[in-house]
């Protein structure tokens, strides 16, 4: 599969998981355990995804987020390997992010399991 212009900046372990829908390993990523505030966003495209502040621990081993930017990812149906998921897709470049599961906090109900290595952390501003 050839690599279009964004993607050409991807390493090949982001290009696994961003566009051939793969994932990283649990507790491997580098935002899993980040408190750091700011706004996550999509490692492909840049479009933001996440506010720091719907972060959670959901102890899975991935970053976790109780709900997306309006309109920032998209959503798909997902059966592969017998499981029944729903996909969550950068709503900008249609880069795969990880998946959306209805056993998040009390706020929305939902656990947005994102990989971290399709993330970027655009922290606040300390001033």
Not at 51 to 75: E, H, L, N, R
Not at 119 to 125: A, F, R, S, W
């Amino acid at each position: 599969m050839d690599k279009d212009s964004f993607e050409d900046k991807l390493t090949d372990e982001e290009y696994l998981v961003l566009r051939e829908k793969g994932t990283e390993a649990p507790f491997s990523g580098k935002y899993v355990n980040t408190k750091e505030k700011g706004q996550y966003k999509c490692k492909a495209c840049g479009n933001a995804l996440f506010s720091s502040d719907t972060k959670f621990d959901s102890g899975t081993g991935w970053p976790s987020f109780d709900q997306a930017i309006d309109g920032a990812v998209k959503y798909e149906k997902d059966e592969a390997y017998g499981m029944n998921r729903t996909e969550v897709l950068c709503a900008k470049c249609d880069s795969h992010l990880g998946h959306v599961f209805d056993d998040g906090p009390e706020t929305t109900g939902k656990r947005y399991c994102i990989n971290s290595i399709c993330l970027d952390l655009e922290k606040e501003n300390e001033n």
